[in-house]
């Protein structure tokens, strides 16, 4: 990588605002036009729960728009288009949700339009800003730049949430329309502002990679990543770790109002403690990294920049946390649940760092001119796990409660299964280290040998 080519603080905060424009039209349509549907027009959950889902499920889109950034050369056409379409969706998506107040069928057939083309456009905006920072952030800043990003993405959600939560009062119709499509345009403004000078020209063809091999197909670039054992490995990490770190969302509430007697207020005063966890636990992996580049030759701080420990000791140690949920459970009231709940946030907060981290190292590693399509493709293994990681956790608790008497033990029965897809996680991610070299058609890779070695031995 070229020394001038390279990201500084400013360009990765001002990737970081436009991470935060989509979290902010994100959070309108999953969480504020849930509400709506549920409770001014009195409609059931299930409905805004396949919508949300379905927005998920679209986003296995991810590897093919990261294929298209990768023939093109250039992210910054399919990051602002993809906030457009993501705005425009948010849009209908409100239009459609106002419709179903007198036209039931149809207000729900152009709001599934509009989750539709919010998919689409997490997609295309979400997996090119991604592949941008992988190839323009240094290593030694990757654990801060993964960091501040994740953190103004947060920013997004709460600020929005507040503001149209204030903007929204008192509820009609119109005041939904202005304030979303204000948030949407506000967002795309915003996201054109600042990508303006920010990628530069595209590249020039590479000598080890000629322009015909970029130019193959989709489904033949998909195979020859799939056929790489680092990517593919790492896409089941992606997807194991995703689904047990998703599916405690939903049940985690419920199990302290029924085994701690907890009320609703003090179950989300819970829920609050740890996302305060997640967020502690992604400052330290930033400060660590920050330790290390400072000190690259002191032998204990030079270590702390490890994505890769990270990664896995953060799986480990939400997997501990998760068991002393099981121990609640059996226990009861005699187990210190607020102290494990925080420590649950802060283990899963290292390990989002340390594996989006380790997206942004891989996605370079492996064949030229694809890091779209594996930075897609472990985006959709995301989305996927997601999308399933409620419906896991839920129906797991609920076959758990049918075949156990004592609701403690069934929610143990659960967190259990969580933890154990912890372990396989961290024994996966700690395969991907140690993977090696391709064969057959995979080993026809476009890079010297020399690189090749680089990736099979070195860590995240």
């Known amino acids: 990588m070229n020394t001038a080519q390279n990201f500084g603080w400013q360009h990765i905060a001002r990737l970081g605002l436009v991470q935060a424009c989509l979290g902010a039209i994100v959070v309108l349509t999953t969480s504020t036009l849930n509400r709506i549907m549920v409770v001014e027009l009195a409609l059931p959950a299930l409905l805004p729960g396949v919508l949300v889902a379905l927005h998920y499920a679209v986003q296995v889109t991810r590897p093919r728009m990261g294929h298209g950034s990768d023939v093109g050369g250039r992210r910054t056409p399919w990051i602002i288009g993809g906030m457009a379409t993501l705005g425009l969706g948010g849009i209908t998506a409100a239009a459609g949700t ?42 030694q800043r990757r654990p801060g730049a993964a960091t501040m990003v994740w953190m103004m993405m947060i920013a997004g959600f709460a600020i929005t949430a507040g503001l149209a939560g204030h903007w929204l009062d008192p509820y009609s119709p119109a005041q939904l329309m202005r304030v979303t499509g204000t948030v949407s345009l506000l967002a795309l403004g915003l996201t054109v502002l600042a990508l303006r000078g920010l990628e530069g020209q595209a590249p020039a063809p590479s000598p080890v990679a000629p322009a015909a ?139 989002s760092i340390g594996a989006i981290g380790s997206m942004m190292r891989l996605a370079s590693e492996g064949r030229h001119a694809r890091e779209g399509i594996r930075m897609g493709l472990w985006g959709a293994a ?68 020399p690189h090749l070695k680089r990736v099979q031995h070195a860590p995240y």
């Open 382 to 449: 995301q989305a996927v796990a997601f999308g399933l990681g409620g419906l896991v956790g839920t129906g797991a608790s609920d076959l758990a409660h049918w075949l156990v008497a004592s609701p403690g033990l069934a929610y143990a029965w659960v967190f259990a299964l969580e933890a154990g897809l912890f372990i396989f996680s961290a024994l996966l991610a700690l395969k991907i280290g140690r993977a090696a070299a391709p064969s057959g058609p995979a080993a026809d890779l476009d890079f010297p040998s």
């Open 98 to 139: 106002i419709w179903m107040a007198t036209q039931l069928y149809a207000g729900l057939a152009v709001a599934t339009l509009g989750f539709l083309m919010v998919g689409l456009g997490v997609s295309a905006c979400g997996t090119s800003l991604l592949v941008l920072l992988a190839k323009r952030v240094p290593e």
């Open 213 to 351: 091999s970029q130019a193959l197909g989709f489904w033949q670039a998909l195979h020859q990543v799939w056929a790489e054992p680092v990517a593919r490995r790492f896409t089941i990490f992606v997807f194991i770790s995703m689904l047990a770190y998703s599916a405690q969302d939903l049940i985690l509430e419920p199990f302290a109002g029924t085994v701690y007697g907890y009320t609703p207020g003090a179950s989300t005063q819970l829920s609050g403690l740890q996302h305060g966890g997640v967020l502690l636990g992604m400052v330290l992996v930033a400060l660590a990294g920050g330790l290390a580049a400072r000190y690259p030759q002191h032998p204990v701080l030079s270590r702390l920049g490890s994505l890769r420990a990270w990664t896995i000791g953060g799986c480990l140690a939400s997997a501990l946390a998760l068991a002393g949920l099981v121990a609640g459970g059996v226990l009861g009231s005699a187990w210190p649940l607020q102290p494990t709940v925080f420590a649950l946030g802060v283990a899963n907060g290292a390990f």
